[in-house]
């Protein structure tokens, strides 16, 4: 634990650099581009720190053609092909005191752009002849534990498909068989581990998602009494194709109304009619530059002779805003994310608010690898995801809402949920982007 807490530090932290508005999307050279500095720099200063500190000499992310391994983008330069069936193996022959970068090979079929700097040597090999190079490496280098990529509760670190892992149990034999051993910690600390030029990335990603959702949120795209959730929604996926970047879940859009229970999930989208007095909730996040974002954000559709939101609705939103800065206040690096879960939820009583608070990790994949706050029960025991210290530098998905009261509707509850992304710096928790802190008005 001492070993990975200072890999934690040394590693990890990050200072946020303020960057300018985004006015379109990088193109795909640039990206290509940005995304080998970012995965050869990783390989070299972050892999080998991650392997001593959870014991493992060798490690094998084994992954073949339309099943490939989640970690594969982050271990390869940008085009890589996996082929039929490819290893990418890393070799750490010092002890947890060594230094330096482990030994990079690549093992397989069509690895046209695998040679130096990314990787030591590359073995042409197909089928049977994978397995048997990979049973030379281990002979050469005897390690004592073989990390692949098996693990319970983190989806990005549970790689390697149960036929797979026949084909190397086969590969390496009875005797190494027995070595093998999750890399899913392994997985964690390299995939969560943040460098200082990453930051500046997010935040153009959140910039962007910022540029669609501000977008659908306004009178151009709303005509009260007219346009359907699911016009707003196609609209934002189709904002998306323009932008060229990803969706990694279908944007939602749920409607708070007078009078209505909260999920009108029952009218289909593009049958529910939007109508000036309805509270917006978003829910909607984007891929770009290796990063996923994820934000949850709120709009009101004024009716006539308003101009503004209903003092109960801004209330509610303030309370929302209330339970961020209890929540952020408690997040400090090496708290795990159980231990910020409870004192801000005991806060969060104490304040009289009526909250939730489910915040999880994210970078490369929108429900990431590292700690969460409140999303993390498996059954009735904590996952591993909740036991998971905060690591300095990292992400986090701040995911929570408030219940409010509004008298405006009669006393009505209204949910205001909120989702913002955000880094642990040595300032404490910033926010890539503002909050909401006022409604999105559709006049």
Not at 216 to 239: C, E, M, N
Not at 344 to 373: D, Q, W
Not at 385 to 411: F, H, K, M
Request: aromatic content about 10%.
């Amino acid at each position: 634990m001492a070993k990975r807490a200072a890999l934690a530090i040394l590693l990890g932290v990050l200072f946020l650099v303020p960057v300018g508005g985004v006015e379109g999307t990088r193109t795909e050279r640039e990206r290509a581009r940005l995304h080998d500095q970012i995965v050869l720099k990783k390989l070299d200063t972050v892999l080998g720190p991650a392997m001593r500190a959870n014991d493992i000499q060798l490690w094998i992310v084994l992954t073949r053609e339309y099943n490939v391994d989640p970690v594969f983008p982050f271990v390869t330069p940008d085009g890589t092909y996996p082929g039929g069936r490819n290893a990418y193996v890393f070799i750490d022959a010092g002890g947890p005191e060594a230094s330096g970068r482990p030994e990079r090979i690549v093992i397989g079929s069509h690895q046209w752009k695998q040679g130096a700097p990314f990787y030591d040597r590359v073995i042409a090999a197909r089928g049977k002849a994978v397995g048997e190079e990979l049973r030379k490496l281990v002979e050469q280098y005897q390690p004592r534990r073989i990390g692949v990529n098996m693990a319970e509760q983190t989806s990005a670190a549970d790689g390697l498909t149960a036929s797979m892992k026949d084909y190397l149990v086969e590969a390496l034999g009875p005797d190494y068989a027995k070595r093998l051993v999750s890399a899913e910690r392994l997985a964690i600390d390299y995939l969560d581990t943040r460098l200082p030029e990453e930051e500046a990335l997010f935040r153009e990603a959140a910039e962007v998602t910022r540029k669609i959702w501000e977008e659908a949120f306004s009178s151009r795209i709303i005509t009260p009494g007219k346009t359907t959730v699911g016009d707003v929604l196609w609209f934002i996926r189709q904002r998306c194709a323009d932008h060229n970047v990803g969706i990694w879940f279908r944007p939602d859009l749920r409607v708070e109304r007078r009078g209505m229970k909260f999920d009108p999930s029952e009218v289909p989208p593009d049958e529910f009619v939007l109508q000036r007095g309805d509270v917006l909730h978003l829910d909607f996040g984007i891929i770009y530059l290796d990063f996923s974002t994820d934000y949850q954000k709120h709009a009101y559709i004024l009716r006539e002779g308003e101009e503004d939101v209903p003092a109960g609705l801004q209330r509610a939103l303030e309370n929302t805003n209330r339970l961020q800065d209890i929540l952020l206040s408690e997040m400090t690096p090496g708290r795990t994310g159980e231990e910020v879960y409870t004192a801000a939820m005991g806060r969060a009583k104490a304040a009289e608010l009526n909250a939730m608070i489910y915040s999880h990790s994210i970078g490369n994949y929108g429900h990431f690898v590292g700690a969460a706050i409140g999303s993390f029960t498996t059954g009735p025991t904590r996952g591993l995801r909740g036991q998971l210290p905060l690591r300095p530098g990292s992400y986090t998905s701040i995911e929570l809402n408030t219940r409010t009261a509004v008298p405006e509707w009669d006393g009505q509850d209204v949910f205001v949920m909120m989702e913002d992304d955000a880094a642990l710096t040595p300032q404490g928790m910033r926010f890539f982007i503002p909050r909401q802190t006022r409604w999105y008005l559709v006049r």
